[in-house]
């Protein structure tokens, strides 16, 4: 059993792993907030461009361009989205074994040298390159300062190598965030963009709270359902009838690669949010274990405190009998 100096030494040492996990977990809930502001500020911009482009799909159905045709595959590149640092749960764990299970199915298909890895976040890269994977390039900087001009440069870069029929496939690893409680990893195609698919994506995001409490989170979800519809009894026209110049084609040109660049940004915006949400729900994990780990030492503490009082008492009794 141990003595009261080694169980005193415990409590010291977990109410001061206690105080790291809580500043942790307020860091983290505070870097949440700033990305779902984040997320907040470009979801305008989406709902416009998709309704464009819906609009005009619903126009003419038939229109097409380069980046919306399959084609025999047989180069295929990953975009992987993790993220710099640990302490997040099973964030990056996650993320690594979806990205080995999709190499490990291409490259079966088409050999390992024909699979790219574009690792956006440091751990992804570093596990990608101990792997032997053919890894592209390094923009581990994103994910601590999402940058949209990056984030296009990249899309842009994709799109050129598509084009030119260097890769014929670009898939997107990373995870959707649904809520601070609620993050979806996600497998999904970026090029070529399916644009009937992506337009009716899940868009259901909870970017006003950051609790993670189930019975919270029941209840939001409630609420928004009684929301939608109500909105949904409101009849709202497709069709904006926009006057296209100087024809269908060439504007889908060029607002097909615009979607590319927002799927892009989005998903790096969501791979951030998830990435901290996971964070503030393992050091809440962390600092209510330290909780429960103090109550029981604290418990023990007092037992064996008096039970050291108990056998003091009756030596001074049983010194007492005998004289």
Known sequence: MPSLKEIKGRIASVNSTRKITSAMKMVASSKLHHAQVAIQNMLPYETMLEHILKSFLAAEAEAQTIYDQERPVKRVALVVFSSNSSLCGGFNANIIKVMMKAVDALSGELGMENVEIYPIGRKVAEKATKLGYNVKCDLADLVDHPNVKQCINLAVELGERFEKGEIDKVELI?????????QVLTHKTFLPIDIETELERDHE?????NVVTKQVQDYLKKKRKEKKVSEEEEVRPLNDNFIVEPDMISVLSLLIPKMGHLM?????????ASEHAARMVAMQTATDNADELL???NLQYNKSRQQAITSELLDIVGGSVNN
């Open 174 to 182: 990373y995870h959707h965030f649904k809520s601070a409680g609620s």
């Open 205 to 209: 995001r909870d970017l006003t709270s």
């Open 264 to 272: 892009l940004y989005t998903a790096l915006l969501d791979s951030v």
């Open 295 to 297: 109550r029981q030492l």
